[in-house]
């Protein structure tokens, strides 16, 4: 079993695309979507929901998508989320990745602080060189401009 906790910020289009690159680039296919995000961006919850949908059908997948609202600005209440949801998994045996692209700080640390210490598989960021096509699809945003990163990878953490 395959978990994706990703965190909803000021773009769709980073979480969305963050997503898209995680599937085609690094084969990482979840069964469960976690969208974690701030009271304050609800508004970009279904378009999010509708783009992670169309996008796991294109490549036959079916993840069971749920999501959790935390409190603005208040990494004490994401660590209480991301504990929850983790333990949870970790109990499951899952395999975990968290996405932090799209996050403000505030949700953004917490998530890899949790990420680290609950020993999750990878901990993925999609980076872009210039923020001139951001608001567009993965595929319309020149490739050489976009690095996806896995700092679970890079860094080598042994926890």
Do not use: C
Request: no cysteine; aromatic share 12%.
């Amino acid at each position: 079993m395959r978990a994706y906790l990703t965190l909803l910020g000021r773009s769709t289009w980073a979480t969305v695309n963050a997503y898209y690159a995680v599937l085609e680039h690094k084969g990482y296919y979840p069964d469960e979507v976690y969208i974690i995000l701030e009271k304050i961006h609800l508004d970009k919850l279904k378009k999010t929901i509708e783009a992670i949908n169309l996008i796991s059908q294109s490549y036959g997948l079916h993840p069971v998508i749920s999501y959790k609202v935390v409190k603005e600005n208040d990494p004490l209440d994401v660590k209480a989320v991301f504990e929850e949801i983790l333990e949870n998994l970790k109990v499951k045996g899952a395999k975990i990745a968290i996405e932090i692209t799209s996050a403000r700080k505030a949700l953004a640390v917490p998530a890899v602080i949790y990420g680290i210490k609950y020993s999750v598989d990878h901990i993925f960021y999609l980076a872009l060189r210039s923020l001139e096509h951001a608001d567009r699809p993965y595929y319309m945003i020149p490739l050489q401009n976009q690095l996806l990163r896995d700092f679970r990878e890079e860094f080598k953490w042994n926890s």
